[in-house]
C-alpha cells in the first residue's frame, strides 16, 4: 500500500474461530475439539497485502477458508465495508452469500489439482460469470479474453485443457478465474509454493500488477518468508491457531517481538553456501491443536520461556503502533531480526 495512502478498513474479523469437535463411539460422543483458529481479530485494510506466516498446522489456510465461509465459522464475525457499506458476512443466507461471492475469491495452492480437468480453460475462467448470473455470453467472451490477457496467456489458449499446460501456466489461469467477477478481496492460499523458483517470481510480479490495476486487496497466506517479504505491507504470524505478531513488513523483519518470529526469520535460506546457518532449531513439532499446551501455547519450544509462561496465557499487545505481539518477555529480550542475521552472515563469509 503507498505510504501516503489513508488506511481504509476493508474487512473486519472478530473473534474468529474454528473448532472441529473430536467424537468418539457409535454415538458419536464429543471428547474434544482441535482449534485450528482461535479468537482472530484483526483488520485488513484496502489495497494491501496482508501476509499470513507459520508452519503447517498453524491455522493459516483454515483461517483464509472460514474469512471467505468456504470453511463456516464456529463464532466470531467477518465484516465487509462495500462502497460505504457494511455486511456482516458471517450472517449472510445462503442467497445473500453467493451474491457477494463476486467480491471475494480465493486463489488456491495447487495449480494441478485446482482446475478442472474435463473443462476447457475458456470454460473454467467463465464458469464464476455463469453461476453468478446476469451475463450475456457475449459479455461472458469478451470479459475471459481481456483476463487471459492481462494474465500473460492468448485467447487461443482458451480451446485448450488444463492438462496442455505448465504449473505457472495453469497458476496463471487459476488467477484470471478468480478475478474474472471484479473481486474485491482475494486470499491468495499458497499461490505460488508448487511452483519452480523462477515461475515464482513471475507470478508474484503478476499478483502485484493485477493488484494495482484492479485496485484489490490481498491476505497472502505463504509458509516461504522470503515470498511474504517481497509482496505484503503487513504481516501477520500464526501459530496454534493463534496470531502471535503482526506488524509492518519491515518493522516484523528487523524488529521481530516474538521468539516464534525471530525462529522463523533464522530460517530463511541464505544463497551463499560459504555462510554458515544461524538457524534458530526449534525443538519438536507444532503442538497439537486438540491439546493446546498451557499458557503460553509456544512454550515448550521456546528457548525464552519463564514459569510465567507455562501458566499464563501472554495477550496480544500493541507495542508500538500497528506492532502488536503476544510474548511475557516482549520488555527484556533482544531479539534478532533479518537485520542482525545478515551482519551475522556477513561476518562469517
Ligand atoms: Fe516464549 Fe514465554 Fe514469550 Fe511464550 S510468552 S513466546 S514462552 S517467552
Redesign the pocket.
Known sequence: MPENMERVPLLEIEGLKKYYPIEAGISKKKIGEVKAVDNINLTVYKNEVLGVVGESGCGKTTLGRTVLRIIEPTAGKVKFHFDDKEVDFTALDKKELRKMRRYLQMIFQNPYTSLNPRMTIFDIVAEPMRLGGGFTEDEISERVKTLINKVGLEVKHLNRYPHAFSGGQRQRIGIARALVMDPKFVVADEAVSALDVSIQAQILNLLKELKDENNLTYMFIAHNLSVVEHVSDRVCVMYLGRV?EMAETEELFYHPK???TEALLSAIPVADPTVENNRIMLPGEVGNAANLPSG?C??PR?K???E??KTKV?ELRELTPGHFA????IED?KLEGIGELKVKNSSKS
Not at 326 to 329: D, E, G, S, T
Open positions: 502471535v516474538h521468539p516464534y503460553c509456544f512454550h521456546c525464552y520461556a519463564c510465567e509462561c501472554p503476544a510474548c511475557h518477555r529480550l
